[in-house]
RNA sequence: GCGCCCGUAGCUCAAUUGGAUAGAGCAACGGACUUCGGAUCCGUAGGUUGUAGGUUCGACUCCUGUCGGGCGCACCA
């Protein structure tokens, strides 16, 4: 709808121009602020600009009238314009709000650790990740999500060592002495247990065992996230492996070298990353000839640069952000567009409990399960709450809070909404086959915006994505339930002489409510 | 100490990315057809946008300082 605005306002005026949605309804569908702009160049006033300009779009079709109000020009769309919109919008359910953008993306998100289950801080960006995936593919983008499996370094040492120090404990009741650092939390005593079971228990008699448990740990862990990633809809395209990548280590550092950005200082070798902003310069390889985390960044992004994608973007948790320039450094370093990378930080979750603040910490074990709050609340209430804020705020909210199952749950309010509509139809006796061809004319003001706001979908979803702010979605959703309620409670429907309008009326708004909530991995409910 | 993010109604958050009178929900108070489902709707109250300056026709939005909160500051991952 906005696209095809554009188109006809472009024709006229013959330049660029802001199109913005007016604060007040009443003044129009849309308006332009250019009159104030073009003011000192013409040295006329604004007013007197906006009078001339409205005079071009006299003989328009889409649009009903164009007025000047105070520098603004306000434009109205034609009746005939939005019902055939509306028309072809319930016939073509599936197209509506879609689009044809061709660029290709490689969507990286999660990508949790495998030595334990996900906690509520990557449920953010687990949701923002599948939610921008849906939206995209539904936008045209040519999007692949992928999941980065740190399955190299210490930390899959460490988590053999935890299970393999708890099955001696608790299977072979032998006292042992913990290490400083270990995983905690009862998921590691669950494993050894399992582990005795399949592998038997003599498996924690020799130490040397270690290692066949850290990968034997960390599949069970995978097939775990997976599962709980599952409970919420989330299921990704492809798993990438840190470890696998090694082998490519020999060729991407060959490319770093190239560069002329690395250099040799007490043995190691450096990246030197303060050339692109980075606080200080990085090791790459230790004194023992090991190579560091970033390698693996280095060898991950330069796999990913080479499978030829127009865009990249990494969701990842707000604690990493100081991880950003290093890596953009290594990708430039590698020959690469370092603009191409795009980094989506979600901000921290803090998750209280009847006002008890939790500390969510993955090493110390006293994390909040992402599953114990999905039991909780569900997967349809998490998700829109988790998507109502910017991801780059901190996000505050009480457990508690979601139990109540009334209207302070946003995700009641629109499932009320769209299942009232299924229960005019009913009550009606009529379907959208009936109904369809009706034309929508001489609306009251209630019912014109209502249908104004129902067709709005496809630009708030353009709108979302690029901004990648995915609660002006949710905002939209919520406003448009509302406008829904107002109509029902002011308008009789059923035996009306109007009927047959309003029911098309509403079953373009369930058109809007389904795909909306279908793009953030919600069903819309036809009954309560 | 340095860097990044945030600060908007009592609480949780929006604000078309520099545009018209800063808006919703929750909480509070007062109302609505013996109901096409009242799980809804309408109204009242609530603001010097943390604070002090600057940029311009115009600032919650951009710049500088300052205060407060969070996160980070590894050859760990």
């Given at each position: 709808m906005k696209k095809r605005v554009i188109q006809a306002v472009r024709d006229e005026l013959q330049r660029e121009f802001i199109l913005e949605k007016p604060k007040d309804l009443s003044f129009g569908h849309y308006a332009t602020p250019i009159a104030f702009s073009l003011a000192k160049e013409l040295r006329k006033s604004p007013m007197v600009i906006a009078d001339e300009l409205c005079k071009k779009f006299e003989n328009s079709v889409i649009f009903k009238e164009v007025t000047s109000v105070k520098g603004y020009i306000n434009f109205k769309l034609s009746e005939d314009f939005l019902d055939e919109y509306a028309s072809w919008a319930i016939a073509n359910e599936k197209d509506f709000a879609s689009s044809d953008n061709n660029q290709s993306i490689l969507l990286e998100y999660v990508s949790a650790n495998p030595t334990g289950p996900l906690h509520i801080g990557h449920a953010r960006g687990a949701i923002l990740g599948d939610?921008?995936?849906?939206?995209?593919n539904h936008l045209g983008y040519k999007i692949t999500s992928e999941y980065y499996v740190n399955d190299a370094g210490s930390q899959m040492a460490m988590l053999g060592l935890s299970i393999f120090l708890a099955g001696k404990q608790n299977v072979l009741k032998i006292d042992v002495e913990w290490p400083e650092e270990f995983y905690r939390g009862e998921y590691i005593f669950d494993l050894a247990n399992d582990a005795s079971e399949e592998l038997g228990s003599s498996i924690f008699e020799d130490d040397k065992n270690i290692e066949k448990l850290s990968t034997w740990g960390k599949n069970k862990m995978i097939e775990l996230i997976k599962s709980n990633l599952a409970d919420i809809g989330i299921e990704f395209e492809q798993f990438v492996s840190e470890k696998s990548l090694y082998c490519d280590w020999d060729n991407s550092f060959k490319k770093l070298e190239n560069s002329d950005k690395t250099y040799q200082e007490g043995g190691k070798t450096w990246i030197r990353s303060t050339d692109l902003g980075d606080e200080k310069d990085r090791v790459v390889i230790?004194?023992?000839?090991?190579?560091?985390?970033?390698?693996?960044?280095?060898?991950?992004?330069?796999?990913k640069y080479q499978r030829g994608y127009d865009h990249y973007i990494n969701i990842w948790g707000a604690d990493h952000h100081g991880?950003?320039?290093?890596?953009?450094?290594?990708?430039?370093?590698?020959?690469?567009?370092?603009?191409?990378?795009?980094?989506?930080?979600?901000?921290?979750?803090?998750?209280?409990k009847g006002g008890e603040p939790y500390k969510m910490s993955k090493r110390a074990g006293n994390f909040i399960l992402m599953s114990d709050v999905v039991r909780d609340v569900g997967s349809d209430a998490l998700r829109f709450v988790f998507l109502s804020k910017k991801s780059d705020t901190h996000l505050d909210f009480d457990v508690d809070m979601f139990k109540q199952k009334d209207s302070s749950n946003p995700i009641f309010y629109i499932n009320y909404a769209h299942a009232r509509i299924n229960q005019i139809f009913n009550k009606s006796g009529k379907t959208v086959e009936d109904v369809k061809n009706v034309k929508l004319e001489n609306l009251n003001d209630d019912g014109a915006n209502l249908l104004?706001?129902?067709?709005?979908?496809?630009?708030?979803?353009?709108?979302?994505?690029?901004?990648?702010?995915?609660?002006?979605?949710?905002?939209?959703?919520?406003?448009?339930?509302?406008?829904?309620?107002?109509?029902?409670?002011?308008?009789?429907?059923?035996?009306?002489?109007?009927?047959?309008?309003f029911l098309k009326l509403f079953a373009?708004?369930?058109?809007?409510?389904?795909?909306?909530?279908?793009?953030?991995?919600?069903?819309?409910k036809d009954k309560m």
């Open positions: 939610s921008l995936y849906r939206i995209g230790r004194e023992d000839g090991r190579p560091t985390y970033l390698a693996g960044d280095v060898i991950y992004h330069d796999n991880y950003i320039s290093r890596v953009k450094a290594a990708i430039n370093f590698l020959g690469y567009d370092e603009k191409k990378l795009e980094v989506i930080l979600a901000q921290m979750v803090a998750l209280l104004y706001s129902a067709l709005l979908l496809p630009e708030v979803l353009e709108d979302a994505f690029e901004s990648r702010q995915l609660q002006k979605l949710t905002e939209y959703l919520k406003t448009l339930s509302a406008s829904l309620h107002k109509f029902y409670n002011e308008n009789r429907v059923v035996g009306d002489k109007d009927e047959e309008k373009m708004v369930g058109v809007s409510l389904r795909t909306g909530l279908n793009l953030i991995g919600i069903k819309a």
